[in-house]
DNA sequence: CACGCCTCCTGTGCGC
DNA sequence: TGCGCACAGGAGGCGT
């Protein structure tokens, strides 16, 4: 469940080995997947750069008059794999490159996303067009933060996950902010002083993620294969059966905005 | 508009 | 051992 982090780590994978490759050829399997399109607008531009948004990859492609085109737009949805492996299961997008490599898109479950867009038209692509503010940048203000999480009657777990309030938090991130907030996920009422702690340790949760490379517990894999060392500092993603290492309480789980959810009961506050 | 539920997908792991 | 089924969850879409 590739999330900010992850997504992150594989952006900074990548770029070395595609800025300022030409992509000479694309192609998919057969299945009729509505996630992915548009592919062949990508051919013969080159990939400049690998921005992100959120959980999306962004890459804008360079026409040869050294303007930007068109858009690459890659989501990894929940097991999403880039690499450089054109023969590997479940390939579904290989883009030729013109020094002889192959970027593959390997996806499973094909919960994923990758299509070609005008550059900054996100009309096709609802959530990115709506998408909140980076939590890793100043434009994620606590005073912002706060306004949204009081202007939303969800609970402060949905609200974390609908990206609009905030971009790129997932299922781990979400569960482990409000653990260290000490926030219970269905509480609908967050108030401006507990926003701002549960701001800090969003930006301090997914700093560390970052530095470690995401968090590996069951898909995500970097280019070259390997894991993510963040699973070793969750606290409660996947502790079903465990108990809160500030209290001792055995955790509890619940089903929140239709994800699995992990939580202390005792200082979990509503 | 906001909210919540259903759906898309398939590999994995469990119980019997 | 093998089978069947629940489960994992990001985001789109639709009904209320």
């Given at each position: 469940m590739p999330e900010l982090p992850e997504v992150e780590s594989v952006r900074r994978q990548m770029l070395p080995h595609v800025?300022?490759?030409?992509?000479?050829a694309v192609d998919r399997d057969?299945?009729?997947?509505?996630?992915?399109?548009?592919?062949?607008?990508?051919?013969?531009l080159r990939i400049d750069t690998v921005l992100r948004r959120g959980k999306y990859l962004l890459l804008p492609l360079t026409g040869a008059s050294g303007a930007v085109e068109k858009e690459l737009v890659i989501h990894l949805g929940m097991t999403g794999v880039l690499g450089?492996?054109?023969?590997?299961?479940?390939?579904r997008v290989r883009f030729a490159l013109d020094d002889g490599a192959q970027l593959t898109f390997r996806d499973p479950r094909r919960f994923g996303r990758v299509c070609v867009v005008t550059?900054?038209?996100?009309a096709t692509i609802p959530t990115l067009q709506r998408l909140g503010p980076e939590?890793?940048?100043?434009?994620?203000?606590v005073a912002g933060f706060a306004v949204a999480l009081q202007h939303s009657r969800t609970p402060v777990k949905a609200a974390l996950l609908n990206?609009?309030?905030?971009?790129?938090?997932?299922n781990i991130y979400a569960d482990e902010a409000l653990w260290a907030a000490k926030?219970?996920?269905?509480?609908?009422r967050i108030g401006v002083k507990r926003a701002g702690v549960l701001h800090a340790e969003l930006i301090r949760i997914l700093t560390a993620a970052v530095a470690r490379e995401?968090?590996?517990?069951r898909n995500y894999e970097l280019l070259n294969g390997a894991s993510g060392k963040f699973a070793s500092a969750?606290?409660?993603?996947?502790?079903?059966?465990g108990s809160c290492p500030r209290c001792a309480t055995p955790f509890r789980r619940a089903v929140i905005a239709q994800r699995g959810t992990t939580y202390c009961p005792k200082c979990q506050r509503h």
């Open positions: 800025c300022g490759r030409s992509i000479t057969p299945y009729p997947s509505k996630r992915i399109y548009a592919l062949a607008d990508a051919v013969g450089f492996t054109p023969d590997a299961p479940h390939v550059p900054g038209m996100y939590p890793l940048e100043s434009t994620f203000s990206q609009r309030v905030v971009a790129g938090v997932g926030i219970h996920p269905a509480s609908r995401g968090t590996t517990f969750l606290n409660v993603y996947g502790k079903t059966g």
